[in-house]
């Protein structure tokens, strides 16, 4: 941990893996410092709970949180403003529709969520609910499966890119909601870290587990 004075900040949290464990690393958005970090073998809410809470007791005042979206963290920190990484929400989309979709709704959601990073909320609303008001109709399509005749939907994977954007929205760009915090819209400050690490581990290729966690450390301080 490094020795910084607690003040006022935003703060970006994500965990990387390294072979059998991960580091979940909290990071000051403002300075550009990782002021606290964790080995864990999984990414559980409780530890980004924790975290922040210990941030909390150490003096820091959080003005704000940019996470990757995992299920609970909207709701678990109060009232303090939480950003939903745009790329992570763009990697969502593309798990269900592909780079390359097939079908023009498809097609069509693919050019909105490129829009992400580059407008603002009202612009980026706006499209989206046009687009699902053409295809409100295509989405509802239901198909009868031949061997248990039960129905479902035709285009779930669709449907299920449209439902995470939706519900995600309100978290999507709370950067616009709170321009005065200078809130990021994405975790990239942090993702550039994790590369370093993982570069920084890859030429030493071999060390044991403590090893590389005792690199880690000394990686994350500087």
């Known amino acids: 941990?490094?020795?910084?004075?607690?003040?006022?900040?935003?703060i970006i949290m994500d965990t990387s893996y390294f072979g059998s464990f991960g580091v979940m690393v909290f990071r000051d958005y403002y300075k550009r410092k990782n002021i606290l970090w964790?080995?864990?073998?999984?990414?559980?809410?409780?530890?980004?709970?924790?975290?922040?809470?210990?941030?909390?007791?150490?003096?820091w005042e959080i003005l704000g949180i940019v996470c990757d979206g995992?299920?609970?963290l909207f709701n678990a920190f109060g009232i303090i403003p939480i950003q939903m990484c745009q790329y992570h929400q763009?990697?969502?989309?593309?798990?269900?529709?592909?780079?390359r979709p097939r079908l023009e709704a498809g097609k069509q959601l693919r050019k909105i969520i490129q829009?992400?990073?580059v407008?603002?909320?009202?612009s980026f609303t706006g499209v989206l609910n046009d687009w699902h008001e053409k295809w409100k109709d295509f989405l509802l399509e239901k198909t009868i499966n031949p061997e248990t005749r039960k129905m479902h939907y035709t285009h779930k994977r669709i449907r299920s890119a449209y439902r995470s954007i939706k519900t995600n929205l309100p978290?999507?760009?709370?950067?616009?909601?709170?321009?005065d915090l200078n809130i990021p819209n994405t975790t990239n400050s942090l993702e550039g870290t994790f590369s370093n690490l993982k570069n920084k581990i890859r030429v030493h290729a071999g060390l044991k587990k403590q090893r590389k966690i005792k690199l880690i450390n000394e990686l994350l301080k500087k």
Do not use: C, Q
């Open 38 to 59: 964790n080995f864990v073998i999984h990414e559980k809410l409780d530890f980004y709970v924790a975290g922040i809470n210990k941030l909390k007791s150490m003096g």
């Open 70 to 72: 995992k299920r609970g």
């Open 1 to 10: 941990m490094t020795l910084i004075k607690p003040y006022p900040t935003v």
């Open 171 to 179: 978290y999507l760009f709370t950067w616009y909601d709170h321009m």
């Open 119 to 122: 407008t603002d909320k009202e």
């Open 90 to 99: 763009i990697l969502i989309v593309t798990r269900y529709i592909t780079k």
């Open 115 to 117: 829009l992400l990073t």
